[in-house]
């Protein structure tokens, strides 16, 4: 009887593997539906299940777990509330709320701030002086001196941080600051990261203190392509703070020969708004390196910075171990509020529905929307995914114009004249439910101005998008948009 068996399974091995394999995807498929999750993304889960055999289960396993408010996540979020309580109280990192903030700035931007208030006890400060650093040659130029003058510490939290020239220099500087004495502390995302082994030995040996982000490991790797730390933050001496866009390698930097032109957008931070960029490091390091660090008084210094423009700054931190998708719905709630126009730069244009309804029917209400994403994006995937949405866009009387002169990798939003932000978040569903974001909201009517200069800037290297030539763009690569639409909740 077991000899005629294992025959019949050896004669027959693909359709015994594809009868078990559907049996899975029957167990699983119960199972995803009775998370009441998203319909779009149950859907695409479904969807890669059913049409592509074993493929389907490697993809669900990778992407599919939902971690947010369990697990390891749950725990987290407990500690960093209780946490942010004790440092506020400790070293008063609370501003008193003004009494003309939303009449200075319009009631629909003061919601924005009470959003944040309440979804995440968010920090509004006054007192901010704000550089906006326009791609990596002029980021690192400014990093560079600040990192070589600090004096008692420097913290670093960034998605992509390679061992390449830019990289390399970068971490060898670390180590200078750390034989000197100052504390060095360094936290770099596990996949998006790539750091030589050697480099991480002499690190360690010059006393820069390090860890991996949710480190992925073949034996323990559930989960954990999802949930990445997408972040890009340096805090010096709890005074001065980098927050946005641009990652930490050479082709990020157009004074290298990269074979492509980058352009991003970047900020530097001094005043009280350094201290919620401090406060965001100091918890995800608790959490990376699985030891919570004693917090110091000069973390948090008091140093007001003299500046003649001095700028309201609100840090926004969004992940899956918040009760809220805090930067999403702050984004939602500003373009909700615009009376005049809408400003995006997104290098992944894949909104969810809130956010496309919000742009929709703002346009259609007479509102001066306009999107830049990439002519040609990194991601084959994501090109297709964000082009699926440029037809209703462009009948909703959004104007999409697509960046030609290389790749435009900026995340920023203006709206109206008194609001914008810059960050790491893309408009797109892993910035918004997935990944660990973080994002300056600026209430500032001087930031706005230069954000837009920076944007009527940049459309002078794009290409408008005209809907009928739009329309008559071939079945086949219609098909690849729509057929990439499907997994947009997943890239």
């Known amino acids: 009887m077991m000899d005629s068996i294992l025959a019949f399974i050896n004669e027959n091995l693909w359709l015994v593997l594809l009868a078990v394999n559907y049996g899975l995807v029957i167990v699983l498929s ?3 539906l009775l998370k009441n999750k998203n319909p779009v993304k149950t859907l695409s889960f479904l969807f ?13 396993y990778l992407f599919g777990q939902d971690y947010r408010k369990s697990k390891i996540f749950e725990k987290k979020y407990f500690l960093d509330n209780e946490r942010i309580k004790d440092w506020r109280a ?24 009470k959003l944040l208030k309440n979804n995440q006890k968010a920090v509004l400060t006054f007192d901010n002086d704000v ?82 982000f949710m480190p992925v490991l073949f034996s323990n790797s559930t989960g954990k392509l999802n949930y990445r730390d997408h972040r890009k933050i340096i805090v010096i001496d709890g005074i001065i703070g980098y927050v946005g866009g641009i990652n930490m390698a050479q082709r990020y930097d157009n004074s290298y020969d990269n074979p492509r032109y980058w352009r991003d957008t970047h900020l530097r931070l001094r005043g009280g708004a350094v201290g919620s960029l401090q406060s965001s490091f100091l918890l995800n390091w608790n959490f990376a390196s699985n030891n919570e660090i004693e917090i110091e008084k000069a973390f948090f210094p008091k140093e007001k910075p003299q500046t003649e423009r001095p700028v309201a700054v609100q840090i926004a931190a969004s992940g899956p171990d918040t009760d809220w998708a805090n930067i999403m719905e702050a984004i939602f709630s500003a373009i909700s509020s615009a ?91 892993r910035s918004f439910s997935i990944n660990f974001e973080i994002n300056a909201m600026l209430y500032s009517k001087e930031i706005n101005r230069q954000l837009t200069e920076v944007f009527f800037d940049d459309l002078k290297a794009c290409e408008e998008v005209d809907l009928a030539r739009w329309n008559n763009r071939g079945l086949v690569r219609k098909l690849k948009e729509s057929f990439s639409r499907l997994w947009a909740p997943l890239l």
């Open 131 to 212: 550089e906006l650093l326009i791609n990596g040659e002029e980021k690192f130029k400014r990093l560079r001196d600040d990192l070589r003058n600090a004096s008692v510490c420097i913290h670093m939290e960034y998605f992509v941080l390679f061992s390449d020239a830019l990289g390399n220099e970068i971490m060898n500087i670390l180590m200078d600051k750390a034989r000197e004495g100052v504390k060095v502390r360094l936290v770099y995302d596990d996949v998006g990261s790539n750091i030589a082994n050697s480099m991480k030995r002499k690190m360690t040996k010059a006393g820069v203190e390090h860890y991996a």
């Open 30 to 32: 119960f199972f995803i």
């Open 339 to 429: 009376k005049e126009r809408i400003y995006i730069t997104s290098p992944y244009f894949m909104p969810n529905d809130a956010i496309l309804t919000a742009l929709a029917t703002g346009a259609r209400s007479g509102l001066d929307v306009r999107v830049i994403i990439p002519y040609e994006s990194d991601s084959w995937a994501a090109q297709y995914a964000s082009d699926s949405y440029i037809a209703y866009c462009l009948e909703s009387g959004i104007k999409i114009y697509r960046y030609h002169k290389g790749f435009i990798h900026a995340k920023t939003m203006v709206v109206d004249d008194s609001f914008s932000t810059v960050g790491t978040a893309n408009l797109d569903y």
């Open 48 to 60: 890669a299940l059913a049409v592509l055999p074993f493929l389907g289960l490697v993809v669900y």
């Open 90 to 113: 400790n070293f008063k990192l609370d501003q008193e709320e003004r009494d003309d903030f939303g009449e200075t700035y319009g009631e629909g931007i003061f919601k924005v701030y």
